[in-house]
């Protein structure tokens, strides 16, 4: 009997985890929203301030994500991407991906970077963060456009 009980409980537990897992929905599926370019989010009382920036020269064009600071810990899962075009855009799906880089988890202090050789062509480029907070929803952030000489070295577009 009294495994009986014990069973039926355990089936009753599993039934409503069963039941409730839909309703969590897909997470990586939404729709992630613009930014300011310095990205600076508050969530479930925690501080996050991540850095986005890009240059150019000798070359290369690069692209970083900095984590300047973080208060308590939290799991800051970062995508960066480096876009390039020949024509001006202002948005990168109409570019092409360079290079690309992941990590689970940035750090407080720490920091991810690409980099893509010119091969002498100017051209215009743009880099691009992708990130999320713990189990938060995904945001985005886009750098502006930059025009770089065949040498990477950023001029006005």
């Not at 480096?82 to 360079?98: F, G, I, Q, R, V």
């Not at 999320?132 to 001029?155: H, I, L, M, R, S």
Request: aromatic share 12%; net charge negative.
């Amino acid at each position: 009997m009294r495994i009986k009980k014990l069973l039926c409980s355990a089936l009753i537990a599993l039934s409503a985890t069963v039941a409730l897992l839909p309703s969590l929905g897909n997470k990586a599926a939404d729709v992630p929203v613009e930014e300011p370019y310095t990205v600076e989010a508050e969530e479930r009382g925690l501080f996050t301030k991540l850095e986005l920036s890009i240059e150019g020269g000798g070359g290369y064009v690069r692209a970083k994500v900095k984590n300047v600071f973080t208060l308590f810990p939290s799991t800051i899962v970062v995508h960066l991407e480096l876009y390039c075009s020949d024509t001006y855009t202002e948005d990168y799906t109409e570019m092409n991906m360079k290079s690309a880089a992941f990590t689970p988890d940035l750090d407080q202090g720490n920091s991810i970077d690409v980099s893509a050789r010119t091969y002498g062509k100017a051209q215009y480029w743009q880099a691009r963060m992708y990130y999320k907070f713990d189990d938060n929803d995904w945001a985005y952030e886009v750098t502006p456009t930059f025009y770089a000489d065949g040498d990477g070295n950023f001029a006005e577009s």
